[in-house]
């Protein structure tokens, strides 16, 4: 196939506005010369991009699925029916499996990461990736409260941490580290909190601090494609800037990734005096290295939230008074769900917004901070277009801020930003910076090799928000799967591995057996959940 | 040959260490399993469906499938019911299947655990597994249920008598009854709390009220066990049939879930159902993550729907709205209200099932299957929500559920 006449860019690949012919064969982009079907897509006036690859999205498993369970009004509001291509299903924040996956490629994404699987729920993470079509997609594995992690940190027992986590990496079929509150969820396990990077977690002798660096390090040495994957502690509170900042600054130098970084990136002392961070944590960001970020931008209207942040969901259901799920999971790891809704007119929700770009636009590298709403935690992923509008229009920034609370224009400094992302910029928090942050070599540009993963757009200056929300054209593995924003075709993705491979030592198996309840011989995800898998090689 | 850590397709418990032996495919010897399980893997081999019948005429299996997708195809308002008794896949395509028929789907918890789901789309639900119990709980409190002849492994493997990294034995731990009669279950406890018949929802809204300070009214043995549960370190809440199908129903399961919610003011505090099939926690979540909704759903307007009450299966039979009927490793016939089962036995009805049941005597259509589980592999989800893949320990020529269900939507599309 040949995309003709396009106006291409590929920030990866250097292309920036130029009219460049695309040409793919059996799904990867190839050299003219080895091109052997003919067929064309005319582009002449049409923008293309690489496909869109999601770094952090809530898609599959436990959480998301007690939250659609929970969550019937949600469903009732926004449905989808079948077609020929398509199977049905609802929305609105939680939508069922095959509807995230037609609204991810309507919009021109082909890539999604689940971004917190439970190890012992795994193999219901990899369930619901069977009925996500389209997309390729994998999921992070949550280990910052994992029992062995803090035996071994506690115990000072470095290799015999690396060698678990290469195990479960393994045993879960997970593709990154993911810590969320490190130690706070297993002191939840008893009510309780952290609130420090060195306050001790619950009946263990170690701290955030020590879980975060033991983690950082094993994930460095064994060279897994993505970096950490950190929910910082004191997600959602006041003054969180703080430990946000501290967090990055200590890793280094290290690799980490910093998730959904609008909600860690609050200054003032409470709710009466909160304000934005924002700029700070920009300015640590530009300052730091390998170090990147997403937003977690909030959209306003409806939410679910949902993360293995047990105790700050208890937080948020005292303070919106809506209703509170939660689920510990033995030895490792737990989560809450709660819906929410942001307000233009509260004066948190409004600041929350702000931080989001605030961030966005401060930090100067875009292949350091990319676009997330943390789905569903801070508006569902199909808003996204919303964001990439305000991004690269300041107009458009000042007509919104002239809609939400009006101290907004007083403790942000969102309204002084002048900055305008260019397609380029867009391409890369959208596309070439995340797929680099994941290691993910066939994704993220058009370059020979590459993965025939490409959206193509009519994009018009004045209408940016309706320019990305339907792509003229989705294509995935050289397939047409998507034409004029509808599912044209039944295609299915691959899911995404690693191939560490470690064993358990007959001390980790007793233990395993004594304090688990399921066997270790029934604990490992089986390949019959994997029927189209990717290995990538960790070096 | 010895099949370790195989993984029991009877109740809830899902228990995933059992031992079976298989000596010529037959199996011949079952370890570690409580004696239903014994009973289910050394008796699946007994009281089969032969062969699959059109109208009690033996046909070859391609005849009936033909024939249920011609039923199925040419009714107005299919109801396809069961799921709960096998394996997620083919849950997944019995879902598919309703899809494209426009047809209704429901799973057996709406004659069970329903009212606990309507309870969570209220109030939410604060859970935990069941290796956060046998790890931590100090408090078990077992409410209208009694696993010691239901959930015969629940108090071993779970809840009351193993070791746990924080609780070392039964000592440590404090086990309370509530029930309307005193049970095998009551034995076990350290408390036994007997409560009038469908006096549920008072006792548990007393007991909330007295939490905040209100409950007066409150039996001084429930407030001295509401004190305890504020005081304990991690208490569990499980609870059966007594509350979700006793008069309240939902708003029963509704107050335990605020009652355990608003004790986190106070302590870690969980609740989690007493889930009845092996995988009815599966097809609630199979049916969420493809419909949103976790049972009584309906396709007719080309997406799903649901209305528990409108298109809960009994409810749909009672009003006889269904033409046609696949009941899919289910037996409605035998423990559904009369005037729900009569209308099955009035319409053409399909059965997939391993064995001969009373549903299946009256089936127009009957197909066998291999006994998920035993004779075939899939997924099953625990009562707290694990997954667990479930083993094949002997061979069958009989296809499983996901592969007839398989055939019938090739042919429905065909």
Sequence with gaps: MIIKNGTVYDPANNINGEKVDIFIEKGKIVDESELRDKKEIEASGLVVLPGGVEIHTHIAGSKVNIARIMRPEDHRKDVVRKTPYQRSGTGYTVPTTFTIGYRYAEMGYTTVWEAAAPPLGARHSHEELLDIPIVDKGIFTLMGSNYFVLKYTEEG?????????????HATKGYAVKIVNP????????????????????????????????????????????????????????????????????LSPYRRHITHIQFNSYAGEDWGTFTSGGSDIAATLNKSKNVTCDVGQVIFGDATTMTADGPWQHTLFKLSGNKWANSDVE?????????????????????????????????????????????????????????????????????????????????????????????????????????????????????????ADISIYRFDEEQIQKSFQKAAYTIKDGVIVVKDGTVVADHMGKTYVLDVKADLSEEERQIFSKYYTVQVSNYPVEEAYLPQKEVVTCR | MIHEDVVCPFCGCLCDDIAVTTEDNMITDVKNGCAISKSKFMNHHLNLLESALVDNMKVSLDEAVGRAVEILTNADNPLIYGLSSTECEAQRHAIHLAELLGATIDQTASVCHGPTILGTQDAGCVKCTLGEVKNRADLIIYWGCNPAEAHIRHFRRYSVFPEGLFRKSKKEREVVVVDVRNTASARIATTFLQIAPGTDFETISLMRAYLKGKGDALPDEFKNLVERMKRCEFGIMFFGLGLTMSRGKHLNVDAALRLVRDLNEYTKFSITPMRGHYNVAGAGSTMAWITGYP???????????????????????????????????????????AESWKHLADIPTIVMDPKVSLTSRIAKVSIPVATAGIEAEGTAYRMDGIPLRLKKVVDTTRLSDAAVLSRMIEKVRA
């Design chain 1, 331 to 451: 030895m490792e790891t737990g989560a809450g769900i709660v819906p929410y809704r942001f307000k233009k007119k509260n004066v948190v929700n409004a600041i929350q917004w702000s931080i989001g770009l605030e961030v966005l636009l401060l930090t100067e590298d875009p292949y350091k901070v990319f676009l997330t709403t943390d789905h569903p935690n801070a508006g569902p992923f199909y808003h996204y277009p919303q964001v990439m509008e305000l991004l690269m229009s300041r107009k458009k920034r000042e007509e919104m801020l002239e809609t939400v609370h009006p101290l907004v224009k007083e403790r942000s400094v969102l309204p002084s930003i002048e900055r305008e992302y260019s397609l380029s910029d867009l391409a890369v928090v959208t596309r070439a910076g995340t797929a680099r942050a994941l290691g993910m070599t066939a994704k993220g540009h058009l370059g020979v090799g590459a993965d």
């Design chain 2, 295 to 337: 049972f009584a759903v309906n396709f007719s307007m080309g997406y799903p729907v649901s209305n528990p009450g409108e298109f809960s299966a009994v409810d749909v039979l009672a009003r006889k709205e269904c033409d046609a009927a696949l009941i899919i490793a289910s037996d409605p016939v035998a423990n559904f209200p």
């Design chain 1, 157 to 169: 027992e470095f290799e015999k941490l690396k060698n678990f986590v290469a195990w479960l990496l």
């Design chain 1, 183 to 250: 130690g706070g969820v297993e002191s939840w396990k008893w009510g309780k909190n952290v609130s420090s990077l060195d306050d001790t977690v619950q009946n263990f002798n170690v701290t955030p601090r020590e879980i975060l660096k033991n983690l950082a390090r094993a994930a460095d040495e064994l060279h897994l494609p993505h970096s950490i994957h950190v929910h910082c502690n004191n997600l959602g509170s006041p003054g969180n800037y703080a430990i946000t900042r501290e967090t990055i600054e200590m």
